[in-house]
């Protein structure tokens, strides 16, 4: 059963534009939710996190909305660029220190 | 020089044949974790390792075996290897705050 759920599997946007991903994710122990964009060819790497105590995060044009009673998260990018085209993975953590990633966002931001 | 390097980067075997995955990495991070990705499920837990005596499995470790040479080396072993193992590997290190993990450039394997 995988334990974080991410949607959409794949996306177009418009250079300007706002690119949104979405995971949800069941085990109320997660308090630890990282975002992660891989460039073809490259390992992972991390973009940006969130702990539970807060409801948003932002950094750049990129923030994390996160609904801890609806067990939600979700990376916005505003002004998406084309060298913002990559795979995003969503992740979560609990204490007992493994990840478990979602299955992959593959953007696509055209000129 | 990398932080996190894995070896080799890109490898074709066939069906049966024993194969080493290599890890290390200049961080000096006590955790260590092995992940496969393959195309839309995303990246999924083998192996882990939190210090040199210390190692457990992931959500998908059947077929694989890991060895923590030291702390800064972790291989990842297919004892026999079979077709659905071929994927892209991922070794990745981690510091006692957990708040990111370092992801090598990958490992891309293919069973034949």
């Known amino acids: 059963q995988q334990q974080v759920k991410q949607s959409p599997q794949s996306l177009i946007v418009q250079k300007g534009g706002i690119s949104i991903i979405n995971c949800a994710y069941e085990n109320t122990a997660f308090d630890y939710f990282p975002w992660y964009q891989q460039f073809p060819g490259k390992g992972p790497a991390l973009l940006i996190a969130?702990?539970?105590?807060?409801s948003e995060k932002k950094e750049g044009r990129f923030t994390i909305s996160f609904n801890k009673s609806a067990k939600q998260f979700s990376l916005h990018i505003m002004d998406s660029q084309p060298g913002d085209s990559a795979t995003y993975f969503c992740?979560?953590?609990?204490?007992?220190?493994?990840?478990?990633f979602g299955s992959g966002t593959k953007l696509n931001v055209k000129p | 020089d990398a932080d996190v390097t894995q070896t080799p980067r890109n490898r074709i075997t066939k069906t049966g044949k024993r194969i080493m995955l290599e890890c290390s990495q200049t961080k000096g991070h006590d955790r260590m974790y092995w992940y496969r990705q393959d195309p839309g499920l995303g990246l999924r837990l083998i192996y882990y390792s939190f210090d040199v005596k210390d190692i457990n499995k992931g959500e998908i470790s059947d077929g694989y075996s890991v060895s923590r040479q030291a702390q800064a080396k972790f291989s990842l072993s297919l004892e026999s290897a079979i077709p659905n193992q071929t994927a892209l590997y991922f070794c990745?290190?981690?510091?006692?705050?957990?708040?990111?993990?370092?992801f090598g450039p990958g490992t891309r394997l293919t069973v034949l």
């Open positions: 969130i702990r539970p105590d807060v």
């Open positions: 992740a979560a953590s609990g204490s007992f220190n493994k990840f478990y």
């Open positions: 990745a290190t981690g510091g006692q705050s957990r708040d990111t993990q370092y």
